[in-house]
């Protein structure tokens, strides 16, 4: 069974940096995109940053110029440096994951348990 383990989360102080971290492990075959979702208190949940297993990345215009995404193909592990942080980033971030459990299986999404991060002075 696959599963991501978030890390990292936080209370930063507004201008601060936090990097969060988010591990697969169990049954992968192999991992297409990766990438973070975040959910503030009483909003929908956001998309925030992609990356494709070539290491492509796409960024919502919230966290362009702030946030970085990458990820270590070989531990199959995603991160988002967050620098420049603003109290209107708070929430709850969410890792996703594409992934195939053998050749012959398709590919799924599984998502981690959600890490908090509150930024606030």
């Known amino acids: 069974q696959v599963q991501l383990v978030e890390s990292g989360g936080g209370l930063v102080q507004p201008g601060g940096s936090l990097r969060l971290s988010c591990a697969a492990s169990?049954?992968?075959?192999?991992?297409?995109?990766m990438g973070w979702y975040r959910q503030a208190p009483g909003k929908q949940r956001e998309w925030v940053a992609a990356i494709t297993s070539g290491y492509s990345t796409n960024y919502a215009d919230s966290a362009k110029g702030r946030f970085t995404i990458s990820r270590d193909n070989a531990k199959n592990t995603v991160y988002l440096q967050m620098n420049s942080l603003k109290p209107e980033d708070t929430a709850v971030y969410y890792c996703?994951?594409?992934?195939?459990?053998?050749?012959?299986?398709?590919?799924?999404?599984?998502w981690g348990q959600g890490t908090q991060v509150t930024v606030s002075s």
């Open positions: 996703y994951a594409d992934v195939r459990a053998s050749a012959r299986d398709s590919y799924l999404y599984y």
């Open positions: 169990g049954g992968i075959f192999s991992i297409a995109a």
